[in-house]
């Protein structure tokens, strides 16, 4: 497996063993006002980098640079939002502030279409 496969692998299940924690904080103590923050926290973090890392490891895929840049604003738009996400539901920050996760969440779905679409230009096996 490519290391850039391993390193989403790797950050997908921190993401999701946090995310397994946080759940279930929130179920014994029957506080759920941080559920959206949780969720985008199993989603992102967890489902797309897994999928993402998945998609590096199929054959024919070349993980090449945009990868690892993939990895890097993927990743820190999942944490990010984990971590302001909450800030902004407890009205702390602005909802404004969630900038500074979208931003890169974006640029990393969208370094992740081009890696795609750059797979369509190689011929069949």
């Known amino acids: 497996m490519p290391r850039v496969s391993s390193a989403f692998f790797t950050i997908a299940t921190l993401c999701g063993l946090a995310g397994m924690i946080w759940g279930s904080q929130m179920g014994t103590s029957g506080d759920h ?35 690892w840049v993939n990895l890097v604003l993927s990743s820190l738009g999942a944490i990010l939002m984990a971590v302001l996400l909450p800030q902004v539901l407890t009205h702390k920050l602005s909802g404004k ?27 069949a096996a």
């Open 33 to 67: 006002s941080m559920m959206p923050a949780h969720a985008h926290l199993n989603l992102l973090g967890w489902v797309t980098l897994a999928i993402m890392g998945g998609y590096y490891a199929l054959p024919g895929a070349k993980p090449a640079v945009l990868a």
């Open 97 to 123: 502030v969630m900038m500074a996760a979208e931003i890169p969440a974006i640029l990393g779905i969208i370094c992740f279409l081009i890696s795609v679409i750059s797979g369509w230009r190689k011929p």
